[in-house]
């Protein structure tokens, strides 16, 4: 290998499944490839939804097997869970999934003591039950919380067990609900006034900073040769997979699809209005001092749900067939929080078209087509709602993720948006993973050199806007009248 490239693993940990990938990054090269993927199932015990933590930890070990030597190793993963861990750094219990029920009722407690609008100004992030916030007033009482010495999201805490150097990393920490975007650090009066010790919480951390070397005992059982560093990259999935757009200016919107649709702006400071607060947006932290302005939204969660009632069918048949369904005969809201647990979700789509008057999806078909209709019209209102929330006008859509292959939903979303759509890189979370490990190791500059890389070596697919724009228009009207 050319002195000139370095290898990279990222470790990219999603909702369903995680993956090992290996980058090598030259002057003029990007390339990704798969060393091992892993899949990522939740456990119902007793007490409620767990992450199998260890598990993914195993998965990890493995990846980094088989990917073999490399420069350095980089995690990012979903945001807002953690483990605790006890005064001899062992973790107490698996994490908690973010779709378990203990945060239902919660928010409201905690609105008792600082109003929603209150929260809002001071921390930007939109309201979602499960944020960490949330979290951690639901375990206000719990011998786990009370036996604490240490908090860790979950990429920091797999960092930790390969180094045994804790910290927190600044993208992901911001999804907690306890971050002042303006000052990219804690706030503590927020803390304070909820009871929450902070003391709980590693060191903030940078992307980009040095996070330790691998133990000894991690060498010897991934057979790598030492010393290999584990760099501080953008962990939070969704700031990685921002840092890979690979957008030409300033003025793009973006979605990164997969689980979840995260759709939004980029922008260099945040937007804490009361407008803001009422249509949900979201101000979490990004690369080099800059904000991720967004919605979330319930993403292909929808569809992969259904598949998975349905009993697996091929996807690109399902996909096919729902091409030809007429389009927007109905439509759902992607964003409500009614279809956030699994289970039952074609039953609930259905139930919802006839709760809202308009004809109920029966086949297969017909339901995927509603989804996708469903999900394309909520990029459009959140892209539009950003922009005119931002002041900050848009020429462009900038798809990126596993949605990117769905090429119905790219041109669903071009349609609704009545703009042009760039699909690619799919693999965006560990590209962008790969290039700040990259910058950190002096082989590409900054965020526009990081963008021109990945043009200029991604495939990537434009989608130009068809179709009738008043129909669009309809179908969001049909959502939005009382």
């Known amino acids: 290998m050319s002195e000139h490239v370095k290898s990279f693993a990222a470790v990219d940990l999603g909702a369903s499944s995680g993956r ?31 992450w199998d933590i260890l598990s993914l930890y195993a998965g990890v070990l493995d990846g980094l097997r088989a990917g073999g030597q490399v420069d350095s190793v980089g995690i990012d993963s979903w945001a807002v869970d953690y483990g605790l861990l006890d005064a001899d750094g062992a973790l107490l219990g698996n994490p908690v999934h973010y779709r378990d029920a203990r945060t239902e009722g919660v928010a409201e407690k905690v609105w008792a003591t600082v109003p929603a609008a209150e929260l809002y100004a001071a921390t930007g992030l939109q309201y ?48 907690t609900q306890l971050i002042d975007p303006r000052t990219r650090d804690w706030s503590h009066d927020l803390a304070d006034r909820l009871g929450i010790d902070l003391k709980l919480f590693a060191p903030l951390r940078q992307p980009g900073d040095p996070a330790g070397l691998l133990l000894p005992r991690v060498l010897e059982e991934t057979g790598l040769r030492g010393p290999v560093p584990v760099t501080t990259v953008g962990s939070h999935d969704t700031a990685s997979a921002v840092a890979a757009v690979p957008a030409t200016g300033e003025r793009f919107a973006y979605i990164c699809t997969g689980t979840w649709s995260l759709a939004g702006l980029e922008l260099e400071r945040p937007v804490l209005t009361e407008a803001s607060r009422a249509a949900n947006f979201t101000n979490e932290l990004g690369l080099d001092g800059t904000v991720r302005f967004l919605r979330n939204i319930m993403g292909l969660w929808l569809l992969q749900e259904c598949v998975r009632e349905w009993g697996q069918p091929e996807l690109g048949e399902l996909l096919r067939a729902a091409a030809g369904v007429p389009a927007l005969r109905s439509v759902v809201d ?137 129909a669009w228009r309809a179908a969001e009207d049909r959502l939005t009248r009382p």
Not at 29 to 44: G, K, M
Not at 368 to 382: E, F, G, N, Q
């Open 128 to 175: 979602a039950p499960f944020n960490t916030l949330y979290q951690l007033t639901a375990a206000r009482s719990t011998a786990q919380l009370a036996a604490a010495e240490r908090l860790l999201l979950v990429p920091d805490l797999l960092s930790y067990w390969l180094t045994g150097e804790a910290g927190t990393e600044i993208t992901n920490a911001s999804t």
């Open 334 to 470: 992607a964003g409500d929080a009614a279809f956030l647990a699994p289970g039952r979700m074609p039953d609930r789509i259905t139930d919802a078209c006839r709760k809202s008057g308009q004809p109920v999806p029966e086949s297969r078909a017909e339901i995927t087509r509603c989804i996708l209709d469903s999900l394309a019209l909520a990029h459009r209102r959140a892209i539009r709602e950003a922009e005119a929330l931002a002041d900050h006008p848009v020429d462009v859509v900038h798809i990126v993720g596993g949605g990117t292959r769905n090429e119905l939903l790219c041109q669903l979303t071009a349609d609704a948006c009545a703009l042009p759509v760039v699909a690619g890189p799919a693999e965006a979370a560990a590209l962008g993973n790969v290039l700040v490990q990259a910058r950190a190791h002096g082989l590409v500059g900054d965020r526009t050199s990081m963008r021109r890389l990945l043009a200029r070596t991604q495939p990537l697919r434009r989608y130009e806007p068809l179709g009738d724009a008043a």
């Open 20 to 50: 090992v990938m290996v980058g090598r990054v030259g002057p003029e090269a990007l390339e990704l490839t798969e060393a091992h993927r892993f899949p990522n199932r939740p456990v119902r015990v007793p007490e409620g939804l767990r």
